[in-house]
């Protein structure tokens, strides 16, 4: 069993930056890869930038450049610094682990962008 818990989430202005944290707990050894969704109302939960164990990353195109995901693997930690960031990025930010071929979620947090 493994236990998600995101924070960082909140309001800021468009082209200000915002840095989510997800901590890891239960289970710890063996977990993957490691990933931040997101989804917006009435829209389907989608991938945001994913980080293996070993520091290699991938980002959606709408977030690459932006973006940016790391992970501490010493405290099982893992980061989105979002910088620039536009009012489409507004959404629930869920953290995603997998472990043993098991997916695990986050309970999510949410990230508002103004104009």
């Known amino acids: 069993q493994v236990q998600l818990v995101e924070s960082g989430g909140g309001v800021v202005q468009a082209g200000g930056s915002l840095r989510l944290s997800c901590a890891a707990s239960?289970?710890?050894?063996?977990?993957?890869?490691m990933g931040w969704y997101r989804q917006a109302p009435g829209k389907q939960r989608d991938l945001v930038a994913s980080?293996?164990?070993?520091?290699?990353?991938n980002y959606a195109d709408s977030v690459n450049g932006r973006f940016t995901i790391s992970r501490n693997n010493a405290n099982n930690t893992v980061y989105l610094q979002m910088n620039s960031l536009k009012v489409e990025d507004t959404a629930v930010y869920y953290c995603?682990?997998?472990?043993?071929?098991?997916?695990?979620w986050g309970q999510g947090t949410q990230v508002t962008v103004s104009s």
């Open positions: 239960g289970s710890i050894v063996g977990i993957g890869v």
């Open positions: 980080i293996s164990h070993g520091g290699t990353a």
């Open positions: 995603n682990a997998s472990r043993l071929s098991r997916p695990y």
